[in-house]
C-alpha cells in the first residue's frame, strides 16, 4: 500500500502554495483521513484540497491483480469552511460500504453541516481538473491509486443529474460559464 507522505507529496506537488493537513474522524472514531489544503492554490482566492488517506478504504473494485483505491481532490473559494468536513465525508461513506467512489456518481448531502450556508451539498465525482499538473495514478505491488475530483452541486443540479446523467450535467455547467468553486453559488439550473 503506498504511504500517505507518498499521497501528500504528490498532492501538494501538484498544488503549489503553502500546505496544511488536518485530521478527521467518522462518528465512532474507528476511521480517519486526513485532508490536505494548499492555498492560494490553483490561483490567489482558491483553495485546493486533497484526501490523504481515502485510498486506504477498500472501493471494492480492481484492475489486473491490484486493487483500485481511490484519493479525492478539489478546489473551493478561499472563503469555505466546508470543503475539507465534505472531502471527509466521502472517505467515510466509502470506509462504511455507503458508496463505490467512481467517475459520474454523486455522493449526496456531504457537504451539509460544516458551520456554512452551502447552497451545494451534494459532491459529483468527476475526472480532476483545474491544475497545471496532472495526478498521474500511484501504483505499487497490491493497489492502483486513482485521483478523482469532488465538484458540489445544488440540490437541483442533484435532480438533473438523477433524470440525466453526470456528462449532461457537465455539458450545463460549460454552457453557463459556472464558478464550481462557490460552495454558496446559484444554481445552474
Known sequence: MTDLRTIARTAAGIFGGTPRVVKFYDESEEHSVEILSCTPSPEPGLTSYSTI??????NDTTIGPRQLRVEVVGIAADS???FSGGLSSC?????????????????PRVFEGY?????????LIWYQ???????EPL???????????AIPITDAEFTFFEANDADALIDVFEANDID???LGRASAL
Do not use: C
Not at 53 to 58: E, H, N, Q, T, V
Not at 91 to 107: G, S
Not at 130 to 135: P, V
Open 53 to 58: 488517506g481515502m485510498s486506504a478504504f477498500d
Open 80 to 82: 469555505t469552511t466546508a
Open 91 to 107: 472517505a467515510f461513506n466509502l470506509a462504511h460500504d455507503r458508496f463505490q467512489i467512481q467517475p459520474k456518481r454523486v455522493f
Open 115 to 123: 458551520g456554512q450556508d452551502v447552497t451545494t451539498p451534494h459532491a
Open 129 to 135: 481538473f483545474g491544475w497545471a499538473g496532472d495526478f
Open 139 to 149: 501504483v505499487d505491488d497490491e493497489t492502483h491509486i486513482e485521483w478523482l475530483m
Open 180 to 182: 464550481l468553486y462557490d
